[in-house]
């Protein structure tokens, strides 16, 4: 049996006798190695000077670092010293600085331990948006890494398991971001049932690029496989958006056991694997696992990613989905590992609330896939109910809801969220809805996502899927929503694309969306509405909400009028005179089909998101290696610029 340890200090303290360490991978031979024991020391120094800094058990610090080795010495430095640790990831986007400044903002105590450089230009950013009250807040409460320094070792304090341990943000950053606090105990008793259900042990070796801000990277495969004994490698993550084939490689190389990405990862690398392969000599017979989960599972993309990497040693019974969620701080059911994954098919029509499951033969109209995500895992209960809390049979379609000791007991700063959580009896209400297959769990959708037509009841996930079966369209770039408008009596089918091209040509792809969605559900769209952005959560999750919102208050009256009318919308801009710059352009092209981008457009400002601008670099260092990284964008942040970084470096 797997030993509980009581806090996470404990299960440091518990490893740094074991000969393991931690490998940084931030390039192809790009790397650094940290033991457990090296990883006390560092800490206990740095907790030293924070304390030297004022810095008291029960403040918050908030770390923000590209760096992963200085993020995992920052967080084991609060935890011993008893400082709540608070990871935010750090973005490209304005609404990633906004997050940040709201979330600072909500804390009690909170400071701000940072690079200079990302200090420097949140400051730049404060001042050229005005926010002289956020910049005060960062000049009195920040903490630049590079000035920290102490030769005095800091004072371990002696944490309880129901202390806090750290808070870990897991709502939107177009919204007041809501965090979740875990306790020692909450993630003490996780991190047990992750590695008996897992049966991972001291022999294994896992390699993980999923951030250390979200809680599938930091939880499970940092802090889990720290107590497991293992020997780990972090992976940088902008490292795997660049160049996602080096992930493979390196698990060939460190004959790695374990691994893990949410489903944009299988595409991601696939998409690039189909182009280039791998280098001959890359064996993958060593993978036990490959741990699928943190957004919807695929059955199809698990199925295309098996298939690819099958002929290199990937066994089929390696995939393992799993589900999981911030506030039963991550692991929720997994799998028997070894045992080969499963899906059921059900009948689109059979997935309301208290519906018993129909299932559905492959390739009909109205079936759709859903992958088993296997059992609760220890200290860890789930029921299925209905609308009433009452409990469901098997094979009927209800709310997930969890207790255990992994739960959280609170939202932090915020009763009423809190309250929001629970039943009345005292189980969290995950807002995920599923059913009870062959013993097994499996996640329909979410409830506050359905949509009503015709009396029918549709998963907008499914839409979205139909949607995305356009040559122009992934799912990432398609939001499905139903919204009832005031003095309507049936409820409308919205159809959100991101899109910033001319709206003449989103004129033809609209009548194809529609088309699509008539032939393959047989549903009529009421609006195809392009949009400038998809708001999402942190751990990827689409928040509907907010375009409804924006929809019902008006926001997309204006375009929708400009739609009706059949105008030219403008001529396509001539090719660029100088060749270089030409050749950026195409190259851009290829990745951003939603949108135009022109030579001098500011590529943080054009709305590309952070995967298809590294795309882009990364299919520019294809044609001038080693010329150009996505860091250098920030100098230069037009293509014409890039193109005279490109010849002389400035």
């Known amino acids: 049996m797997t030993r509980l340890h009581d806090t996470l200090t404990d299960l440091l303290l518990a490893v740094r006798g074991h000969d393991r360490s931690i490998r940084f991978v931030d390039g192809e031979k790009e790397e650094t190695s940290l033991g457990f024991a090296d990883l006390y020391d560092r800490a206990v120094s740095l907790l030293g000077a924070l304390q030297e800094r004022g810095v008291r058990p029960g ?105 806090l341990a750290f808070i870990q943000y897991s709502s939107g950053s177009t919204s007041d971001p809501k965090g979740v606090c875990l306790s020692h105990r909450n993630l003490c008793t996780n991190i047990r ?43 940088d993550t902008n490292l795997f958006v660049r160049r996602p084939l080096l992930w493979m490689q390196k698990a060939s190389e460190l004959r790695a056991t374990q691994l893990c990405s949410p489903n944009f990862g299988y595409k991601h690398f696939l998409k690039l694997y189909e182009r280039k392969g791998l280098p001959e000599g890359t064996d993958l017979s060593s993978v036990k696992l490959v741990m699928n989960g943190a957004e919807p599972i695929s059955w199809d993309l698990c199925e295309a990613f098996l298939d690819a990497l099958g002929p290199l040693g990937l066994s089929r019974r390696s995939m393992y989905p799993v589900y999981g969620l911030a506030e039963a701080t991550v692991g929720v059911s997994l799998g028997e590992p070894g045992k080969p994954y499963s899906r059921v098919i059900a009948d689109r029509h059979s997935l309301s609330i208290g519906d018993r499951f129909e299932a559905a033969a492959p390739g009909t109209p109205d079936a759709v896939s859903f992958v088993r995500v296997g059992n609760a895992i220890r200290d860890c209960e789930i029921r299925i109910v209905g609308d009433d809390d009452e409990v469901l049979d098997d094979d009927r379609i209800g709310h997930i809801q969890l207790r255990g000791g992994s739960v959280t007991d609170r939202i932090y700063g915020d009763p009423a969220a809190t309250a929001a959580l629970f039943s009345v009896d005292g189980w969290l209400r995950t807002g995920d809805c599923g059913l009870f297959s062959a013993g097994e769990l499996v996640i329909t959708g979410r409830q506050k996502d359905l949509i009503i037509v015709n009396g029918q009841n549709y998963y907008p996930h499914d839409i979205e899927e139909i949607v995305a079966g356009l040559d122009d369209l992934d799912l990432g770039k398609v939001v499905v929503a139903g919204a009832t408008p005031a003095g309507a009596q049936t409820e409308e089918l919205l159809v959100f694309v991101l899109y910033r091209q001319d709206l003449d040509a ?75 710059v030409a050749e950026l352009v195409t190259i851009a092209s290829e990745f951003s089909k939603e949108l135009r981008i022109g030579p001098d457009d500011n590529l943080f400002e054009a709305g590309l998101s952070s995967l298809t601008l590294t795309e882009i670099v990364l299919a520019i260092d294809e044609r001038y290696p080693g010329k150009v990284d996505i860091s250098d964008l920030f100098d230069v942040p037009t293509l014409r610029e890039v193109a005279g970084f490109l010849r002389d470096g400035t």
């Open 506 to 580: 989103f004129r033809e792809l609209a009548d194809r969306v529609v088309r699509i969605v008539g032939e393959h559900a047989g549903l009529a769209v009421d609006h195809v509405i392009p949009v400038a952005r998809i708001p999402k959560t942190t751990s990827g999750k689409i928040q509907r909400a907010h375009l409804l919102r924006e929809y019902l208050d008006g926001g997309f009256a204006a375009v929708l009028d400009e739609l009706a009318p059949e105008e030219a919308a403008g001529d396509v801009p001539a090719a660029d005179a100088d060749p270089l």
């Open 193 to 235: 049932a992750i590695i008996e259900a897992t049966g991972w042990n001291a022999g294994d070796r896992s390699l993980s690029w999923m951030p250390l801000t979200h809680d599938m990277g930091l939880i499970g495969f940092h802090l889990s496989v720290m107590a497991a004994g293992m020997d780990h490698a972090v992976m």
């Open 59 to 163: 403040d918050e610090l908030v770390i923000f670092s590209k760096s992963n080795e200085r993020f995992l010495v920052a967080f084991w430095a609060a935890v011993l010293g008893g400082i709540v640790p608070v990871p935010v990831a750090v973005g490209i986007s304005d609404e990633h600085r906004l997050k940040l400044f709201r979330i600072l903002g909500q804390l009690e105590r909170g400071t701000l331990f940072t690079e200079t450089a990302l200090l420097d230009r949140l400051l730049e950013f404060t001042d050229a948006r005005g926010m002289a009250d956020v910049r005060r807040r960062l000049e009195t409460q920040s903490v630049r890494m590079s000035d920290v320094g102490s030769d005095a070792r800091g004072t371990v304090h002696e944490a309880a398991p129901s202390d």
